[in-house]
Antibody, heavy 125, light 107 residues
Framework: QITLKESGPTLVKPTQTLTLTCTFS??????????VGWIRQPPGKALEWLAL???????RYSPSLKSRLTITKDTSKNQVVLTMTNVDPVDTATYYC?????????????????WGRGTLVTVSS | SYELTQPLSVSVALGQTARITCGGN??????VHWYQQKPGQAPVLVIY???NRPSGIPERFSGSNSGNTATLTISRAQAGDEADYYC??????????FGGGTKLTVL
């Protein structure tokens, strides 16, 4: 059974760095074709994809946030960490991590088949 | 950057068929995935690779994709299908992309 759980601060001040941890079980992030993605959702708004880390440690970032995001994995601990620098109140959102599956059809493709429950992060002074 | 366009809301009578669209430039050349999100809950994958249902998703949920429009079809709509629905693609230039979401109301 695959499970994922997000953890991190609930309140962060503007300009600080946000660090979120996704702790998972039921799969290995060293298995070919597997990844972990981060997606966020501001209150009352749509989902926004942020970053994804591949089984082979390749990484992808949202172009609009690339300069502020870093995603890493610790396979031995079954954890994926997302850091976001210089946060702003517009970064207030529920942050989800998701088990991601890769396939190749006319290019790389990923989808998110299982999600954590999410963690609400508020950016405010 | 690649964009996906969804209607803000769709209404369907109980027991009838709901169709939720997802528009994008030549989206038929990409694979589309659909997620259901009920209030206060995490999204759930309901359709992947245009038309495949994960285990546990009712056969009432189906998907298609052609030209500039992908469609999620929910047959025999039930009250429990009320939710927000999001389409998603993986674009080589923009990477992960979600549509703006559609709120489905079952009347």
């Amino acid at each position: 059974q695959i499970t994922l759980k997000e953890s991190g601060p609930t309140l962060v001040k503007p300009t600080q760095t946000l660090t979120l941890t996704c702790t998972f079980s039921g799969f290995s992030l060293s298995s070919s074709g597997v990844g972990v993605g981060w997606i966020r959702q501001p209150p009352g708004k749509a989902l926004e994809w942020l970053a994804l880390i591949y089984w082979d440690n390749d990484k992808r970032y949202s172009p609009s946030l690339k300069s502020r995001l870093t995603i890493t994995k610790d396979t031995s601990k079954n954890q994926v960490v997302l850091t976001m620098t210089n946060v702003d109140p517009v970064d207030t959102a529920t942050y989800y991590c998701a088990h991601s599956l890769y396939y190749y059809t006319s290019g790389q493709n990923w989808y998110f088949d299982l999600w954590g429950r999410g963690t609400l992060v508020t950016v405010s002074s | 950057s690649y964009e996906l366009t969804q209607p803000l809301s769709v209404s369907v009578a109980l027991g009838q068929t709901a169709r939720i669209t997802c528009g994008g430039n030549n989206i038929g050349s990409k694979n589309v995935h659909w997620y259901q999100q009920k209030p206060g809950q995490a999204p759930v994958l309901v359709i992947y690779r245009d038309s495949n249902r994960p285990s546990g998703i009712p056969e009432r949920f189906s998907g298609s994709n052609s030209g500039n429009t992908a469609t999620l079809t929910i047959s025999r709509a039930q009250a429990g299908d009320e939710a927000d629905y999001y389409c998603q693609v993986w674009d080589s230039s923009t990477v992960g992309v979600f549509g703006g979401g559609t709120k489905l109301t079952v009347l």
